[in-house]
């Protein structure tokens, strides 16, 4: 086995240009800690829909 140029150990090290400005992404999503604000986010929309229409069902007999 042979030992690593300087240039091959940047590389692999992520100090090479083809790491640089990436991040990790699961399954789409590059920033999860966003993602419970966004659940939250649609529950609440889910419920405020689901409100709203019980209302007009209440209010329409």
Do not use: K, Q, W
């Amino acid at each position: 086995m042979r030992e690593l140029t300087m240039s091959e150990i940047g590389l692999v090290s992520g100090a090479g240009d083809e790491c640089s400005g990436g991040g990790n992404e699961y399954g789409g999503v590059s920033e999860p800690e966003s993602v419970g604000d966004d659940i939250v986010a649609i529950y609440e929309g889910l419920v405020s829909a689901a409100s709203h229409i019980i209302e007009r069902v209440a209010n329409s007999f």
